[in-house]
């Protein structure tokens, strides 16, 4: 089994950060979802600050609609992080986005994370767990108390075995937003150049990609709606707080 140390060097993740933010217009005109402002500062610096302080050292950001306004603010390096960025031309989902992001990566096995979600996950222990099982894919999964929204996964020793539909209220288990993936997982499939990473290949291949769920008990918050990027601001702040406050 890999060691920690050599686990840490082959950490590496592509953030999806070119979401339209459209359902967020009414309150964060104009920028690209991962820049909606959480107490002055840019969600995507906080989802950053936790690949930081994983021990991540090259991060892709997979971005699109006004990909500018992200790479204005934040460069090629933010703290310890190598910046690169994978700018689609086009919208080509997640699943395109991430396919075309992947051409930038070196690890065998790759983080993604989306721009618009923040989950408390322990990285090493994912990548660890991916490891020992020799998974090709691993998806970060919470509880949450309605599901509805979000459509509750089935799950059964630690496994993925299907997907419930959206509305269906009530508690449940749920895709956190975080995946850990082989580099060459989209082979063997035929996709299309525009794909929905979690509807077109995610669900309808759920039996032979057999996805690891790795649980976790931290916080979840998609900043995708008005209410939600709202309540965003108080748990997050402290945060940020501590952050600001440790230099």
Known sequence: MPTATHLEDRMQ?????????????TVVPDLPKPMAPIRGKPFLSILLDDLVTAGFSNVILAV?????????????????????????????????????????????????????????????????????????????????????????????????????????????IINGGVYLLSRDLFNGYALPTVFSFETDLLAPHVGTLRPLAFQTAGTFIDIGVPKDYARAQDVLSPRLERRDGGG
């Open 13 to 25: 993740a592509i953030v999806l950060a070119g979401g339209l933010g459209t359902r967020l217009r």
């Open 64 to 172: 699109g609609y006004r990909h500018e306004a992200i790479r204005d603010y934040f460069g090629d390096r933010y703290k310890s992080l190598r910046l690169d960025y994978s700018v689609e031309s086009e919208p080509l989902g997640t699943g395109g986005a991430i396919w075309l992001a992947l051409a930038q990566t070196t690890a065998p096995h790759v983080f993604v994370v989306n721009g618009d979600t923040y989950l408390e996950l322990d990285y090493q222990s994912m990548l660890a767990f991916h490891h020992e099982a020799n998974a090709t894919l691993t998806v970060a999964v919470c509880s949450v108390p309605d599901a509805g929204r979000y459509g509750a996964l089935d799950i059964e020793r630690n496994r993925i075995r299907g997907f419930s539909e959206k509305g269906r209220s009530g508690p449940g």
